[in-house]
């Protein structure tokens, strides 16, 4: 065990005295509780017994704590070391004398931190539990001279007139130097959960807003892969039975747009990874999905992209829609997972090698969104975990509306997410 600090002493000492004293009034109220439920021949006196003394020793002795975020405790985790550690979050002068203390003592050795990670295995693999619930870098592109580079723009553009695509003008304008900016970024594009965090340095907008993403890989080879790791998500009118009306046919619409509409060689998969023995099951959807995706990538080389499509979940009286083209489209949002949290930084367990590039494919996808479908995307999600996003560096991971949402509402948001996703892959 870990010798324990000064100030940690104290507080053990303050809260076993507080204790004792509680001992004392749990033994003089405590008693005639017994007594009057006793005489009243209630059967339940050892549950209301004890469910008083744990309210009084709150509310008498650790008020604080009634204003504690709850936080599971971990099995091993002791009942004094617990409220110790909560006693901390109460003063944080504590903590900081507990911080200069430790930093005038000694620095940490590698057997501690050896010795950290093994006890923190167990929260681990219960993050890695709750992510269920829930080729090499691009190089960059050749360049040609400006005659040759405005031919090809020209051609392209016939290209795309014959396919039947038509350009869309942009609405709004958002210059480069305004990603200089790290708050107006984080503010207007990102949501960061609180299971994780992130800085300027983790996030550097200027590099992922102009990192080159475009498509390697010719169209004779499967270049993006779709699939679903919650396949059993589904909408306000969708019919029992019918994937069609869930997330998997929205992922099918998808598909023919990119490859019919944009020319791309897609995969779609359409397994599925949260159903065991015909129950709903998602205790190890992530794992199963990554097993699949990881053989079939193996398989593909090719394979540039890689896009997870889910919906979200919302409370019942929300419905995120807005208007595109003058139809009722679900919004969407992007989704990314740091392998870092906030009480354990980073995970060694979830490694990606990927999360710049996962960074920059949504940040880049959502410029591309605010400039030409200004209400189209909700945010970009930063989250503590993985997600299966470390397996190619452009992996994306897609909310597509929510469970209030119509299967139309969400199959027209398909149309401009695959105009953004060609605007990024093509470089335009």
Known sequence: MEKETIIQKAVRVLLITALIALGGYVL????????????????KIAERFLADAEEKAIEVYMPGLLYTETEEKAPEEATVQWILGRVLEQVPFLNYLDQENAYK????????????VAENSGFLEAKILEENQEAGPVGAGEEDAPQAAEAEK???????????????????????????????????????????????????????????LRMQTGNDKPQILIYHSHSQEDFADSVPGDTSTTVVGVGEYLTDLLSQKYDYNVIHVTDVFDMVDGKLDRNKAYNYAGDKIQQILEENPSIEVVIDLHRDGIAEGKKLVTDVNGKPTAQIMFFNGLSRTTKNGDIPSLPNPYIQDNLALSLQLSLEAKKYYPDFTRCIYLKGYRYNLHMRPKSLLVECGAQTNTVAEVKNAMEPLADILNKVLKGE
């Open 154 to 212: 020209t051609q392209e553009t016939e290209d795309a007139s014959a396919a039947g695509i038509q350009e869309r003008a942009p609405v709004t304008d958002i210059p480069l130097e305004k990603f200089q900016d790290y708050d107006y970024v984080i503010n207007n594009f990102f949501v960061i959960d609180k299971t994780t965090t992130i800085n300027s340095e983790q996030l550097n907008a200027p590099e992922l807003v102009q990192k080159d």
């Open 105 to 116: 003592t000694a620095v940490e050795s590698s057997t501690t931190y050896d010795k950290i």
């Open 28 to 43: 003089g109220k405590g008693s005639l509780i017994i007594k009057a439920e006793y005489l009243n021949g209630d059967g």
